[in-house]
């Protein structure tokens, strides 16, 4: 990730999970539609995307800053991280990867916020199209 992260001159958030929406504004986080780029599956090539994954994601300090006082809820550091990033026009860069790349951390469960919120995700449909709608 380091070499990726130089390669691109350290210009880019990158990650090795993301999503990028057909359109805005959305109706769901979740269930509009969306090209998703699994950290667990294949990435084909490099892609910039809407959201990157937090949990498989690089970034240097100079180039994002926030505090975490400005995270307003829970759960949902891939939207707020863009949400920073796109403030200050930094674009997040998913990256190629094979899908044995990575693997869940058995030790951690294998729920995710996704099966918390799949069905209830209006607090981040709002943040979302508050980013990307004007």
Known sequence: MIEKF???NSEY??????????QFPITSYYRSPHNGFRCLGNVNKDTIVHFGGTGVMMFHTDLLKFSYEDI???NMADIWVAKFANT???????????????GYQSEVGNETIFDNHKFNDSIQTNLTN????R
Not at 13 to 22: C, M
């Open 13 to 22: 958030i990158v990650s090795l999970h993301g999503r990028n929406f057909h």
């Open 88 to 102: 200050i026009n930094v674009k997040i860069m998913c990256l190629n990867h094979l899908d044995n790349f990575l």
């Open 72 to 74: 307003l809820e829970p």
């Open 130 to 133: 508050s980013i990307y709608v």
């Open 6 to 8: 130089e390669q691109y």
